[in-house]
């Protein structure tokens, strides 16, 4: 049976292609997924057997072989700080977006040295309540 990596596949309209291990890129509709499979992420690895479609090569009962390895999971495997020094974090930033908050109120955008501490600590908290 054929092998190759998902090209891309569209959720919403039900399709995708895989770039075979050959070099031919293969229509991959949503009914030959696997049960229980809805989407694909590009570079999964699969295999497939090919019958010939109306406009070309067609996959045809897809097993998935390798998923990609995602960002969240991990996310999901890094070091996560207790509940009690995130409460302080949170509540510091809370204090920090005030601030940006009023200063927005009068018509100006914080200071730059402010502004970076803010978009700092929000994406640190972000990376911390992510990995939950």
């Known amino acids: 049976m054929p092998t ?10 039900g399709f995708g292609f895989v770039h075979g291990d050959d070099g031919e890129d293969v229509f991959v509709p949503a009914g030959a ?8 992420k590009p ?3 699969l295999e497939y057997s090919v019958a010939q479609g109306r406009r070309g090569a067609q996959a045809m ?9 995602s960002v969240a999971e991990a996310q999901h495997a890094k070091h996560r700080r ?5 409460a302080v974090i949170v509540e510091d930033l809370i204090r920090l977006l005030d601030k940006a908050s009023n200063d927005f ?8 040295r402010d502004a970076t501490k803010v978009a ?8 911390q309540f992510d990995g939950s």
């Not at 190759?4 to 596949?9: R, S, T």
């Not at 207790?82 to 995130?86: Q, R, T, Y």
């Open 105 to 112: 109120r009068r018509g100006r955008y914080p200071e730059r």
């Open 33 to 40: 997924l696997p049960s229980g499979t809805t989407s694909l």
């Open 61 to 69: 009962h897809v097993q998935v072989l390798e998923r990609t390895p």
């Open 4 to 13: 190759g990596k998902v090209k891309f596949y569209d959720a919403d309209k």
């Open 82 to 86: 207790p509940a009690d020094e995130m």
């Open 43 to 45: 570079g999964t690895r």
């Open 120 to 127: 700092s600590v929000l994406r640190a908290v972000a990376d």
